[in-house]
């Protein structure tokens, strides 16, 4: 791997930026792998990072339908933070962000990690004791957030009207280190890492069935061939009831488009991320300038990686009235994509029922900011058959109605 630094860039500016070659390979499928990674979106990515460096096991292909990244990963809002309220959640969610804090340095990739700040409006007094709760319960997990009122709010986020007309601001629930990064590199960066390390990222190769002999898994069947593995992860976001399918079992997961949308660029007018979850709508300021704005899912089951109409009005109406500025701008574009929902919220990462299977889903409308823990927890529990991060987001839970309950945390689209 060419490694990215000034001095490189100094020495390529001699002849025009010309010699730098791919940052990863193209691979062609090979007929067997001992581990195989269904899902180039980041959390397959990260696995297959750690696994490799963690725990040395690289003789793994990654498969993915599509472009890298072309999922979820790539479609959204880039929020990250880590103020959940169950425990289990703010291990994982914590774990993740103080990765994003090094991922720039340990990948030698730049995924312009900017921890600028989260905050979470409470608009009615039950957001207001909710937050407090969640503020109470991170001091105790050691999660660094804290409950403040109006006037800080309007400080750290002058554009905001505090006062109404329907919702006036009551205070915020504020995570001064959570942030936004750049969600293509991240999917760039791990890949780059992942075929330096001689795994295969094989793109445009649709998985199309899943073998298994005695219980045990013994295979893929794709666009591009057979392929045999000895263990196979499936991580593929709003696919995953799909791919269970295959493999003949059935997932706690419904699929649901959430889209997103950003404003035309203008100059610098907010360097903190707001969510506004009672009127439910979120912005930030992206480094060109879109105000990028996320609203709520669908109301309905689908496939589509685009959102409906009517949610795009809901999500700007509701947030013209927080934000009175943006009634003035244009809309740039819109996008969706197709999110995984679990009933309590919470992902699972676990074994399948099927032995050599393993399942990370269910991040719903808030995984990007997971995707460097998620993969941490995931890789440790495909190469040790445990692991202490992804224990409690096991699939027995909803046998066993150990629910993690974060639908207030996590139920609204971040
Ligand atoms: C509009 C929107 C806004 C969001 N905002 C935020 C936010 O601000 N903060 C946050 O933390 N999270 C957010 N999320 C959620 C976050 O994007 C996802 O939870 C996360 O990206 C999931 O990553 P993944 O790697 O699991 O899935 P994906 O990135 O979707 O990757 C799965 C991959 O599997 C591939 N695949 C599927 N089926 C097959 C097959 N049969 N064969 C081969 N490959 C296949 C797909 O093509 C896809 O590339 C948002 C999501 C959306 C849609």
């Known amino acids: ?24 390979r193209d691979a062609t ?19 297959a990072y750690w696994l490799g460096k963690r725990f040395g096991i690289t003789n793994v292909a990654v498969i993915e339908k599509g472009w890298l990244g072309g999922g979820n990963t790539g479609r959204n809002t880039t929020i990250i933070r880590s103020n959940y309220l169950q ?30 700040g989260v905050m979470m409006l409470a608009q009615t007094e039950h957001e207001v004791r909710g937050y407090q709760r969640t503020a109470e319960a991170n001091a105790l997990q050691g999660v660094s957030t804290e409950f403040i009122g109006p006037n800080r709010v309007k400080e750290l986020c002058p554009i905001i009207e505090t006062k109404g007309p329907r919702y006036p601001v009551l205070g915020a629930l504020w995570q001064p280190r959570g942030g936004t990064a750049r969600h293509d590199a991240v999917a760039w960066g791990y890949a780059r890492a992942c075929s330096d390390m001689g795994m295969d990222i ?41 791919l269970a399918d295959m493999a003949g079992f059935r997932l706690p997961i419904e699929s649901v488009p959430l889209q997103a949308l950003v404003s035309e660029p203008i100059k610098p007018c907010m360097d903190v991320v707001v969510m506004a979850n009672t009127v439910h709508g979120y912005m930030s300021q992206s480094d060109k300038g879109e105000m990028v704005i996320g609203g709520g899912t669908d109301g309905y089951n689908g496939y589509t990686q685009r959102g409906s109409f009517h949610h795009i009005e809901e999500t700007v ?9 943006i009634s003035r701008l244009k809309m740039l574009r819109q996008w969706g994509g197709i999110v995984d929902m679990t009933g ?36 440790e529990l495909m190469a040790k058959g ?28 971040h």
Not at 389 to 396: D, Q
Request: aromatic content about 10%; glycine content about 10%; overall charge positive.
């Open 202 to 242: 094989i793109q445009r190769c649709e998985v199309t069935g899943v073998r298994s002999e005695g219980g045990r898994v013994t295979g893929i069947d794709t666009t591009r061939g057979q392929i045999d593995c000895k263990q196979l992860a499936m991580v593929v976001a709003g696919s995953s009831s799909v």
């Open 1 to 24: 791997m060419q490694r990215y630094s000034v001095f490189a860039l100094a020495r390529r500016a001699f002849d025009d930026h010309t010699s730098w070659g791919r940052a990863w």
């Open 87 to 116: 425990d289990p959640s703010a291990a994982m969610y914590e774990k993740s962000r103080a990765l994003y804090e090094t991922m720039s340095q340990d990948l030698n990739f730049n995924v312009m990690f900017s921890p600028r």
């Open 344 to 379: 309590d919220r919470s992902p699972i990462i676990s074994k399948a029922p099927i032995e050599g299977i393993f399942l990370n889903c269910g991040w719903g409308t808030g995984g990007f900011k997971a995707i460097p823990g998620s993969g941490w927890a995931m890789a």
């Open 29 to 47: 499928p090979k007929r067997s792998y001992d581990t195989v990674i269904i899902g180039a979106g980041g959390h397959g990515l990260a696995t």
């Open 317 to 325: 109406r509701a947030l013209v009235e927080t934000f009175p500025m």
């Open 386 to 413: 445990t692991s202490p991060l992804a224990e409690p987001f096991s699939l027995s839970r909803f046998q066993e109605g150990r629910f993690i309950d974060e639908s207030v945390a996590a139920g609204v689209a």
